[in-house]
Structure formats: structure tokens, C-alpha cells
């Protein structure tokens, strides 16, 4: 097989770079030695056109809508499959046996419950913290609780490392969440499936009995399912960069969950409800249309737009179905933000500038939606997205640690600051 080159040139100098083919997608240009070959940089603000890793874990092709995991498509996992069993397809890289799959979800059962001192943790925090902020301390103050599992060396630490993680943080968000408004902490039940457990921490009280429904347990699952991986965004190559250091695991997914409180990335949900809350009627849409089109004005449709799908998010397809049931299942028919969700949606898919743009709903479009309708606050849909993530972050993680080529990320720059000058005498300034 002929090994593709690409050829620089750079005023008489040649420069022969090796092109990388990956299983599916574009060509990649190795460039890790150009500095050492031709005494330059690249320069590529914002990564848009750069691989900053090779992995074998998901694959996205925004032309096409499609997002797989391990080369199954997000929507037959959403379908067929539950959030444990793609956790486990993350993490392992194959669909688990029936055995397999029992030991995992009994092995992440059994270490849902917090360290009973964790508890002050939450405590120190101001009643009216966002959970999210909550969240990032409690995570990142696990490294001072679980030592046995912060050897980043050793394989087996790392796998307890991240069966706590997967396990506790559905346990960190409710208790963020229960924190906030007040009501005493729900303890996990073992004989609860992931989400229901979940749920159940969420809005149980002593007293009196929750029942989980059933069909609301399972669209908690399709949330989770639906934002469990999403390859090298924002918060997971801050994962990964975190790691590069050799930083532990914990601290690692602090720094994830940092990221993704911003409203470009995972606090896109919490703005986009928002965004329907202040619309608020369907005769408004066009006047926040026509502010989104405003150069002058920073205002943007929350959940539209997606650096890599540029024909529509596969997420968002399902998170609409999902809406749609869980609406249906409340008897909530006429939800006055779904009307505009629906219209708005409408009217910017028809608008030629969302068209050139190639801006689309994506996955945050609707999933506040359906949140709101379960009896969530709006800040607790970014901590439900930071739960869900953590599989994918972990994932990441393990496979970068366990990647021989792993060097520590150190970006470089153009430099555009002052040329060296001498110092100036407070007087003389
Ligand atoms: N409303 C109005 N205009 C938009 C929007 C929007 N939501 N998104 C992008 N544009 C315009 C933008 O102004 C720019 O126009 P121009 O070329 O004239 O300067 C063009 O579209 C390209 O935008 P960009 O900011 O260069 O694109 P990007 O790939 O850097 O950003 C994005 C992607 C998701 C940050 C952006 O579309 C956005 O801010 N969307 C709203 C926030 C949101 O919904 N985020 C959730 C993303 S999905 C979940 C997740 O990843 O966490």
C-alpha cells in the first residue's frame, strides 16, 4: 500500500507530511514534525480543522446526521439498548454478554452511596449555589476520598476509578439539586435501575413513598443514553488535556463538568428553556429571529447550531419523540413552550439565513423540554448532562492513559504581544 504524503511548501523548502486515513472520515495530515522540519506552527484557533488524538470509541459524520458509538448508530442504542449497557460499550468497546452486563450493573449498584463525610461538602455550600458550581467541588474533592483509585498508573485503580464515578454521580447531582431546595438527602436504593434511582433521589421525600413511573424512568434513560459520548468537544478534550498532566481522575472530570457548564456547550439547555420561557407566546418568534440574524446584537438561538452536524442533530430526533411521549404520558397537551419550541423550530428551518447557515436543533432543543415536564428545574439540566457525559469522559480518559503515544498537551501560539523592551522606573511611567 502507497503511503500518502501531502506537500508544503514554504518559500524553497519541501516539506513531505504523512496523511492518515481513520476507518471512516477525512484524511488527517500528520504535522508533529513540521516545527522540527520547518520551524512552523500551524494555526487553528478554536480546532477547527485539527485531530488532537487518534480513538477507536465514536464517530461523527455531521454531513450525513450520524453519531456512532463503537460503529453502532445512536439511534438503535436509543431504541434497543439502556444507559448501563452503553456505558459498558464505551468503556470495554463491545456489547456485554447477559453475564457481562449483570456484573457491571451490579459492580456500579453497589458503589452509587458517597463517602458519609462527603455530606459537609454539601453542606458548606450557600443555599442558593447552582448545582452545577456544587457539582465541580464535590467531584474534584473525590481525589480526597478515594486515594486508592487516584494512581492513574495502575489499570485496576483506573477501573474503580471510573465505576465510582459512573455510579456516584447520580448521586452528586440529586444531592446538588435536594441541597438547593432545602430537603433532606435521598440515600441510593440497590434494587433501582440507574435512572429510576436516579429519579427517585430527585424527588423523593421521608414522607411519604415515591413511586418511579416507569415510562418516565425509561425517557431519563433515553436523556442519558442520548448524551453519553460525543467525541473531542469542548469538555472532553478538557478531559483529556486535564489528563495529559497525569492529573488524577477526579480532578480530570471536574474539569469536564467546568466546561460544560458553559451555554455553548452542556449549559445550552438551561438557556434554551429560557429562551422559550422569555419568548414566551408564538406571535414573539419573529422578533427573537430576527434578533438571532443581528449582527449587532449577541443574542443566539439557544439550542441551534452544532460545530460538526451541519444537516441535523441524530439526538435531537430522538429527543423530539421522546418529548412528545413524555407530554403525552403527563397530559400535557398544551404546554405553552413546546408550542413555541415547535414554531420556532418551523419558522427558523424555513428562514434561508438558519438555511445557509446550516444551523439546526440540536440535542438541547427539546431535552429541556422534557425535564421541565418530569419536575426538574432549569439548573439541573446541565448537572443531568454531566452525568450522562461522564461515561464518555471516562472512556476518553482511559483510552488516552493507555495510548503509549500520550505526550502532554501543550499547545503553541501566535504570538502578536510586545517585542522584548526594558523595564520603566515607576517615576518615569
Ligand atoms: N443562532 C444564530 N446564529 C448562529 C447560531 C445560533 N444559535 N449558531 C451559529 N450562528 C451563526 C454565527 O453567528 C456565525 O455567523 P457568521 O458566519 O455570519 O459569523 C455562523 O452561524 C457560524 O457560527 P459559529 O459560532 O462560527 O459556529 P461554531 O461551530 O463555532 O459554534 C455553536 C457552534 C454550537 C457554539 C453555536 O452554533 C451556538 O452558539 N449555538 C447556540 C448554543 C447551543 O445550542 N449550544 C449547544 C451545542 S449542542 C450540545 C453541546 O455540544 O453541548
Redesign the pocket.
Known sequence: MTEKTAKLTLGDLEIDLPVLSPTVGPDVIDITKLYAQGKVFTYDP?F?STAACDSTITFIDGGKGELLHRGYPIDQLAEKSHYLEVCYLLLYGELPSASELEEFEATITRHTMLHEQMVNFFRGFRRDAHPMAIMVGVVGAMSAFYHDSTDIADERQREIASHRLIAKMPTIAAWAYKYSIGQPFIYPRNDLDYASNFLRMCFSVPAEDYQVNPILSRAMDRIFTLHAD?EQ???TSTVRLASSSGANPFACIAAGIAC?WG????G??Q??LEMLEEIGTVDRIPEFIAR??D?NDP?????????VYKNF?PRAKVMKQSADEVLDLLGIEDNPKLQVAKELEKQALEDP??AE?K?FP????YSGIILEAMGFPTSMFTPI?ALARTVGWISQWKEQISDPKLKIGRPRQLYMGENTREYIDIENR
Open positions: 478554536g477547527t460525543h468537544n469542548a469538555s460544560l451555554p455553548a456547550h452542556g445550552a439547555n438557556a434554551c438571532a440574524k449582527k443574542f443566539r438561538l439557544m439550542g441551534f447550531g452544532h460545530r442533530d439565513y438558519f447557515k444551523l440540536n440535542v438541547d432543543f448532562f
